[in-house]
């Protein structure tokens, strides 16, 4: 139908343009980066997100889109909210850690209503996704274990996190409905909120942004 069709680009233009922004940030991480073995995996991450990207773009232009104009609506709520730079590792690295995740997340939905062509390539994306996830959770659990009240700091920042995230897409809400009309709104809403609350578990954080002891009186818990 042409309102689904309609729809589907614009949510690849949103995804295309995640993926460039995602590939600008892995190439600054790379620029800055302390080691040469962390300046290696963050251009590869690059590299790869550079790949997602085009891959997208591709699909637009198959469905006879406009790349560019698929991706303009997409830009300010995006730009905005990449555009918060901190100077708290903690914060930092789950602002990075989390909004990665709803773009993973959002992988997982589209290759449910997509079409076969594109779900081939998600299913690439996905693959490359599930190791830079390994490798952040394995990097954030790492940082929070040597950082006074790491835990505590995490929970602080996921809760600033989301605070900035609707607060970047409180003018671009019109463009964000497409995933709506897609098709599968439930399921979107339900992957959306189990991967962020299986993040915040893998890093010590509860519910309502709390962070989970690591230890109950004597007794120190697993993980």
Do not use: C
Request: hydrophobic residues 45%; proline residues 4%; glycine residues 8%.
């Amino acid at each position: 139908m042409p309102t689904t069709n309609t729809a589907m680009i614009q949510v690849l233009g949103a995804i295309a343009y995640g993926e460039r922004k995602a590939y600008e940030n892995a190439k600054a991480d790379a620029e800055t980066a302390a080691t040469e073995d962390e300046r290696r995996w963050h251009r590869q991450v690059a590299a790869e997100e550079l790949r997602h990207h085009k891959g997208f773009v591709k699909r637009l232009e198959a469905l006879g889109a406009d790349p560019e104009r698929a991706m303009a609506p997409y830009e300010q709520a995006l730009d905005t909210y990449h555009a918060r730079r901190s100077d708290d590792d903690v914060e930092a690295a789950v602002f990075a850690y989390l909004g990665e995740g709803i773009a993973d997340d959002l992988l997982q939905w589209l290759r449910e209503v997509a079409d076969a062509d594109t779900v081939a390539f998600v299913d690439t994306v996905i693959e490359d996704e599930v190791g830079h996830e390994a490798a952040a959770t394995e990097a954030l659990r790492e940082l929070l274990s040597r950082t006074p009240h790491g835990r505590a700091r995490a929970a602080r920042a996921a809760r600033v996190m989301h605070t900035h995230m609707v607060w970047s897409g409180r003018r671009g809400a019109a463009p964000m409905l497409a995933f709506l009309r897609v098709g599968r709104p439930l399921d979107l809403v339900r992957v959306i909120v189990a991967g962020q609350a299986r993040r915040l578990r893998a890093i010590g954080v509860g519910p309502l942004w709390t962070p989970v002891p690591d230890r109950i009186g004597p007794l120190k818990l697993a993980g």
